[in-house]
C-alpha cells in the first residue's frame, strides 16, 4: 500500500454517513477540502475532520480524494483525546454523567472511553442523573492522547459567613454584645468591685484578730486586757463590717448583672443607682 491509500477508518466513517445522506458533487469535495484547511489552522480540529471524512467520498475526485486521506490520517494523529474518570463523593464510579464544553452539549455518557476535543482551553461542566454536578477548567495540547481526568461530583461549597450571617448566629446563641443592657454591666461591675472589698478587708480584718490574739484577746469573745489597744480592737470590728458588707453588694451585683442580661429586653433604655449607708448598701436599676 503506498503513501496516498485511502486508510480503512476514512472509509468506514464516511460509509456509514453516506448510507444516509447522497453522495457530494466535485464542488462540495473541493469546498470541503479547502473549508478543512482553514479549520486545521484555526486549531479547530473537530470540524476539520467532518470536513475531511465528507472528501473521501467515492464520487470525490480521485487526487482530490486521496489527499483528503492523507489529511484526516495526520488529524487524528494529533487530535487530543480525554478520559475523564467520574466518582461520586464517596468515591465511586459514575457513568451516567452528561457532559458540556464551554456551554455546549458534548457527551450523553461517560463511560471510560476517551473522548475528542479541540486543543486549547476549555471549561467541562458534568451533571450526574441525580443532580450532582462538578466543573473543571482544563488546557488541552494538541496531541495529547488518552489523558486521563478524575472528577468528583457532589462536593459542597464551603459555606461563607457573611456579616449578616454572623450576627444571627450570635443573637441566636445569645451572646451578642449589644443585646447586653447597661443596667447589667454597671450591676455586674459593681459585684466586681464589691467582691474585691470583701476580700480585701477581709484579709485585713483577719490580720488584724491575730495580733489582737497576739496580745491576749480571747479568739472567741470577751474581756480584752487592759494592754490591748481599744483603737485596734474598734478597726477589727469595722473592718469585719465592711467584709461582711463587700461580700454582699458582690453577690448582688453579680447576681443582678445576670438576671438583667437575661430579662431586659434589647435597646430597652435603662438606668442604675447605688447608694451605701451606715447601716445598708445597694444597687438599683429601671427599665
Known amino acids: 500500500m503506498n503513501r496516498f491509500a485511502i486508510p480503512i477508518l476514512a472509509l468506514a466513517l464516511f460509509g456509514a454517513s453516506s448510507a444516509l445522506a447522497a453522495e457530494p458533487t466535485k464542488d462540495e469535495c473541493i469546498a470541503a477540502n479547502e473549508t478543512a484547511q482553514d479549520l486545521r ?35 487524528d494523529s494529533v487530535m487530543p483525546s480525554i478520559v475523564f474518570e467520574v466518582k461520586d463523593s464517596a468515591g465511586n464510579d459514575v457513568s451516567a454523567v452528561t457532559a458540556t464544553i464551554d456551554g455546549r452539549p458534548y457527551a450523553e455518557r461517560l463511560d471510560g472511553r476517551p473522548i475528542s476535543v479541540d486543543p486549547g482551553e476549555h ?23 488518552d489523558r486521563r481526568e478524575r472528577i468528583v461530583l457532589g462536593i459542597a461549597a464551603a459555606p461563607v459567613v457573611t456579616e449578616g450571617t454572623a450576627a444571627s448566629v450570635a443573637e441566636r446563641s445569645g451572646f451578642a454584645l449589644d443585646r447586653i443592657p447597661t443596667v447589667a454591666y454597671v450591676a455586674a461591675g459593681v459585684g466586681v468591685v464589691g467582691l474585691a472589698i470583701g476580700i480585701g478587708t477581709g484579709i485585713a480584718a483577719t490580720s488584724k484578730h ?31 463590717t465592711w467584709s461582711t458588707v463587700g461580700y454582699v453588694i458582690g453577690a448582688a451585683g453579680i447576681v443582678g448583672g445576670v438576671t438583667f442580661w437575661l430579662i431586659v429586653p434589647k435597646g430597652t433604655e435603662t438606668k442604675a443607682s447605688i447608694w451605701i449607708g451606715p447601716d445598708s448598701a445597694g444597687f438599683a436599676g429601671t427599665f
Request: charged residues 25%; contains cysteine; negative net charge.
Open 41 to 75: 489552522q484555526a486549531g479547530k480540529l473537530l470540524e476539520a475532520r467532518t470536513k475531511l471524512v465528507l472528501c473521501v467520498a467515492t464520487s470525490c475526485p480521485g487526487p482530490l480524494r486521496e489527499d483528503c486521506a492523507q489529511r484526516l490520517t495526520e488529524m
Open 123 to 145: 471549561r467541562f461542566v458534568f451533571t450526574a442523573d441525580g443532580g450532582a454536578t462538578a466543573e473543571k477548567t482544563l488546557v488541552v495540547r494538541e496531541g495529547e492522547k
Open 210 to 240: 491575730s495580733a489582737l490574739e497576739g496580745e491576749g484577746c480571747p479568739s472567741s469573745g470577751g474581756t480584752c486586757p487592759p494592754t490591748a489597744s481599744q483603737s485596734d480592737l474598734d478597726s477589727f470590728h469595722s473592718l469585719k
